[in-house]
Protein backbone atom coordinates (compact mmCIF):
# COMPACT_ATOMS: atom_id res chain seq x y z
CA UNK A 1 0.00 0.00 0.00
CA UNK A 2 1.10 3.57 -1.15
CA UNK A 3 1.43 6.23 2.09
CA UNK A 4 -1.00 8.64 2.05
CA UNK A 5 1.42 11.55 2.40
CA UNK A 6 2.95 9.88 -1.32
CA UNK A 7 -0.50 9.86 -2.80
CA UNK A 8 -0.70 13.48 -1.27
CA UNK A 9 2.33 14.52 -3.48
CA UNK A 10 1.60 12.31 -6.98
CA UNK A 11 -1.98 13.91 -6.72
CA UNK A 12 -1.04 17.77 -6.61
CA UNK A 13 -2.00 17.95 -3.34
CA UNK A 14 -1.57 21.20 -1.58
CA UNK A 15 -1.28 21.56 2.03
CA UNK A 16 -3.54 24.65 3.79
CA UNK A 17 -4.00 25.93 6.84
CA UNK A 18 -7.48 28.27 7.22
CA UNK A 19 -7.45 30.28 10.31
CA UNK A 20 -10.76 30.86 12.65
CA UNK A 21 -9.60 34.43 14.19
CA UNK A 22 -12.74 34.94 16.52
CA UNK A 23 -12.22 30.61 17.66
CA UNK A 24 -7.98 31.18 17.77
CA UNK A 25 -8.05 28.40 15.79
CA UNK A 26 -6.51 27.09 12.62
CA UNK A 27 -7.43 24.28 9.98
CA UNK A 28 -4.71 22.30 8.38
CA UNK A 29 -6.25 20.49 5.33
CA UNK A 30 -5.27 19.26 1.85
CA UNK A 31 -6.43 19.80 -1.69
CA UNK A 32 -5.91 19.68 -5.10
CA UNK A 33 -7.53 23.11 -4.86
CA UNK A 34 -7.08 24.89 -1.96
CA UNK A 35 -8.05 27.98 -2.67
CA UNK A 36 -11.63 26.87 -3.80
CA UNK A 37 -11.37 24.34 -0.76
CA UNK A 38 -11.25 27.50 1.45
CA UNK A 39 -14.11 29.08 -0.26
CA UNK A 40 -16.14 26.20 0.58
CA UNK A 41 -15.44 26.34 4.14
CA UNK A 42 -15.78 29.82 4.52
CA UNK A 43 -19.65 29.48 3.63
CA UNK A 44 -19.89 26.09 5.94
CA UNK A 45 -18.67 27.77 9.16
CA UNK A 46 -20.21 29.59 12.11
CA UNK A 47 -17.49 31.65 12.39
CA UNK A 48 -15.81 33.97 9.81
CA UNK A 49 -12.62 31.90 8.18
CA UNK A 50 -9.88 33.57 6.26
CA UNK A 51 -7.38 31.37 4.08
CA UNK A 52 -3.98 32.19 5.78
CA UNK A 53 -1.14 29.41 3.70
CA UNK A 54 -0.99 27.37 0.96
CA UNK A 55 2.29 24.76 1.58
CA UNK A 56 4.06 22.14 -0.59
CA UNK A 57 4.29 20.27 2.69
CA UNK A 58 2.33 17.22 3.78
CA UNK A 59 -0.87 17.42 5.77
CA UNK A 60 0.10 14.29 7.73
CA UNK A 61 3.33 15.28 8.72
CA UNK A 62 1.64 18.66 9.73
CA UNK A 63 -0.80 16.66 11.89
CA UNK A 64 1.56 14.67 13.48
CA UNK A 65 3.87 17.88 14.41
CA UNK A 66 1.43 19.60 15.98
CA UNK A 67 -0.99 16.90 17.52
CA UNK A 68 -0.53 18.19 20.66
CA UNK A 69 -2.90 21.15 19.94
CA UNK A 70 -5.24 19.15 18.03
CA UNK A 71 -8.74 21.06 19.30
CA UNK A 72 -10.93 18.97 17.03
CA UNK A 73 -10.75 17.13 13.70
CA UNK A 74 -8.44 18.82 11.72
CA UNK A 75 -8.89 22.14 13.91
CA UNK A 76 -5.48 23.06 15.72
CA UNK A 77 -4.98 25.49 18.62
CA UNK A 78 -2.47 28.38 18.05
CA UNK A 79 0.86 27.98 20.27
CA UNK A 80 4.71 29.56 19.25
CA UNK A 81 5.79 26.39 17.47
CA UNK A 82 3.14 27.12 14.74
CA UNK A 83 4.46 30.30 14.78
CA UNK A 84 7.71 29.16 14.56
CA UNK A 85 7.35 26.58 11.86
CA UNK A 86 5.59 29.45 9.81
CA UNK A 87 8.78 31.50 10.40
CA UNK A 88 11.19 28.36 9.33
CA UNK A 89 8.83 28.02 6.10
CA UNK A 90 9.52 31.57 5.45
CA UNK A 91 5.90 32.85 5.65
CA UNK A 92 6.24 35.69 7.79
CA UNK A 93 2.90 36.95 6.52
CA UNK A 94 1.29 33.73 7.83
CA UNK A 95 3.33 34.01 10.85
CA UNK A 96 2.62 37.37 12.11
CA UNK A 97 -0.83 36.60 11.80
CA UNK A 98 -1.10 33.61 13.81
CA UNK A 99 0.52 35.49 16.85
CA UNK A 100 -1.95 38.50 16.54
CA UNK A 101 -4.40 35.68 16.78
CA UNK A 102 -2.62 33.87 19.67
CA UNK A 103 -2.08 36.88 21.27
CA UNK A 104 -5.93 37.79 21.57
CA UNK A 105 -6.63 34.39 22.92
CA UNK A 106 -5.03 33.77 25.89
Not at 2 to 24: C, D, H, I, N, W
Not at 27 to 45: A, C, V, Y
Not at 50 to 67: A, D, G, Q, T, Y
Request: glycine share 6%; proline share 6%.
Amino acid sequence: MVPRRVMEARMGQKTYFLLAPSEGLVKIGTSTDPMGRMKDLRTMNAAAVEPLVVLRISEIELHEKFKHLRHHGEWFRIDSGMIQCMNDMEEPVAADRLQTVMDNHP
